[in-house]
């Protein structure tokens, strides 16, 4: 696995000669959680996973468009519910059986109280769930950076060593010997 290095350039004063000194990119996954907790995305640039940004920001962009779409709509349903619906501080008020609408594409529909609090209340569930989503997605972005950064950093050299080694003890109650192996694993410190 290929190590990324920052390279520095030093210069003496006597011989003005270049020393380069290489000093490893650590990736450490506290700092990878903690970054993608304040931005979405700059976890996954500390991971070096350039890859990944356009995922996480097409993702916060799409909800984000989904939202506004229908907090515009549940806002527009709001009102011509208000007018459609009886004012308790108000007995005075008698309100219409029907209210025109202009709807997206250009005509105008007759709704009554129910299909707008129906429309009201679907356009405001939907918006409450895309707000539930976002939250979801920022919680996967950290999730993705952390465990990202700990893969990362896993040691995956061949310093895993297995022994086998065959072994004799005496056992008093049976008086004699017994073989068996004995394994042990070296992991590397």
Same mark, same amino acid.
């Given at each position: 696995? $290929?190590?990324? *290095?920052?390279?520095?350039?030093? @210069?003496? !004063?006597?011989?003005?000669? $270049?020393?380069?000194?290489?000093?490893?990119?650590?990736?450490?996954?506290?700092?990878?959680?903690?970054?993608?907790?304040?931005?979405?995305?700059?976890?996954? %640039?500390?991971?070096?996973?350039?890859?990944?940004?356009?995922?996480?920001?097409?993702?916060?962009?799409?909800?984000?468009?989904? =939202?506004?779409?229908? !907090? #515009?709509? +549940?806002?527009?349903?709001?009102?011509? +519910? %208000?007018?459609?619906? $009886?004012?308790?501080?108000?007995?005075? %008020?008698?309100? $219409? =059986? @029907?209210?025109?609408?202009?709807?997206?594409?250009?005509?105008?529909?007759?709704? /009554? #109280?129910?299909?707008? !609090?129906?429309?009201?209340?679907?356009?405001?569930?939907?918006? /409450? %769930?895309? +707000?539930?989503?976002?939250?979801? =997605?920022?919680?996967?972005?950290? #999730?993705?950076?952390?465990?990202? =950064?700990?893969? !990362? @950093?896993?040691?995956?050299?061949? /310093?895993? *060593?297995?022994?086998?080694?065959? @072994?004799?003890?005496?056992?008093?109650?049976?008086?004699?010997?017994?073989?068996?192996?004995?394994?042990?694993?070296?992991?590397?410190?």
């Amino acid at each position: 696995m $290929p190590i990324d *290095t920052v390279v520095k350039v030093n @210069t003496l !004063k006597a011989d003005s000669i $270049p020393i380069k000194k290489t000093i490893p990119y650590k990736i450490i996954p506290r700092q990878a959680t903690l970054k993608s907790l304040m931005i979405p995305g700059w976890g996954q %640039y500390y991971n070096r996973q350039y890859w990944k940004l356009p995922l996480v920001a097409g993702a916060f962009i799409t909800l984000g468009i989904i =939202a506004n779409y229908n !907090k #515009v709509r +549940y806002e527009k349903y709001r009102a011509y +519910y %208000y007018i459609a619906s $009886p004012h308790p501080d108000d007995p005075t %008020y008698v309100p $219409p =059986a @029907t209210v025109a609408v202009p709807y997206e594409d250009g005509l105008v529909r007759d709704l /009554d #109280v129910n299909q707008l !609090k129906r429309l009201n209340d679907g356009y405001r569930r939907n918006r /409450d %769930y895309t +707000y539930i989503g976002m939250v979801l =997605a920022w919680a996967f972005n950290v #999730v993705d950076a952390n465990v990202s =950064a700990h893969l !990362k @950093t896993f040691d995956v050299s061949d /310093d895993i *060593t297995l022994k086998i080694k065959p @072994t004799f003890e005496y056992q008093s109650f049976s008086n004699g010997l017994v073989s068996g192996v004995s394994l042990s694993f070296n992991f590397k410190k």
